[in-house]
């Protein structure tokens, strides 16, 4: 019921940007929590940025604050991410996924459903 697709990964050097696209089935982005979360070789998945539906709240990880930008296109049901001044150790696997509103979108396990992920490689 619920498709995710990431795309906008790549390799960039470090103080790039790259922007992540997220295309979502109809009214997921609008209505359900939405995050992208990032996973490096040998480390726990992280949440980079999370948000509630609407204007209910986004949280960031402390190590992306004021680098990432989460968005959200409703109309054309497409999550962003915006990540400016890339750093290498942000080099990870690149999720985005879903959860049902009526939990606490800041907790990832209020996240049911997942994309296939998008690679992003930063280079010094």
């Known amino acids: 019921q619920v498709q995710l697709v990431e795309s906008g990964g790549g390799s960039v050097q470090a103080g790039g940007s790259l922007r992540l696209s997220c295309a979502a089935s109809p009214h997921i982005v609008s209505h359900y929590c939405m995050g992208w979360f990032r996973q490096a070789p040998g480390k726990e998945r992280e949440g980079v940025a999370l948000?509630?539906?609407?204007?209910?709240?986004?949280s960031y990880a402390g190590s992306v604050e004021g680098r990432f930008t989460i968005s959200r296109d409703n109309a054309n049901n497409t999550m962003y991410l915006q990540m400016d001044s890339l750093k290498p150790e942000d080099t990870a696997k690149y999720s985005c996924?879903?959860?049902?509103?009526?939990?606490?979108?800041?907790?990832?396990?209020?996240?049911?459903?997942w994309g296939q992920g998008t690679q992003v490689t930063v280079s010094s």
């Open positions: 996924a879903a959860g049902d509103p009526g939990l606490n979108c800041f907790s990832v396990g209020a996240y049911d459903y």
């Open positions: 948000g509630f539906p609407g204007s209910r709240g986004t």
